[in-house]
């Protein structure tokens, strides 16, 4: 499976915001939703995630700037649903490799120590060991 670096060059070919990250993106064990909770609207599959944010893939192009309420829900140990709730802002959207896809960055807004905590303990149950 080829997944792509996104937004690693501009349409003129130079290096993007990209190229800054500071902070490893990672992979998830699992194919988690992620909804727009002020629709109830399934936004997309999260794709790669660090504690500052997140990519998703969809089937729709996500406007660029807008501002999201967002949840993602996943099975605890035990099998009961676990909801985690933050809100985040698409900063970039393209065309994923599969053009009927787009893939978007989103970073996240409420930066308060519990929700840093929450990505970190999702990361650590079900990101690839590296």
Known sequence: MY???????DEDGQNTEDDRRQIKRRHLIYYLRVWDTDYEQLLGHVVDISS????LLSDQQIPKDKEFSMEIRLPDLEGNPQ???FRA???WSSNDINRSFYDSGFSFLNSAPEAIDTVRQLIKE???RD
């Open 126 to 128: 079900y990101g690839f």
């Open 3 to 9: 997944i792509k670096k996104p937004f690693q060059h």
């Open 52 to 55: 500052e944010g997140l990519m």
């Open 89 to 91: 802002a698409c900063r």
């Open 83 to 85: 909801k985690i709730d």
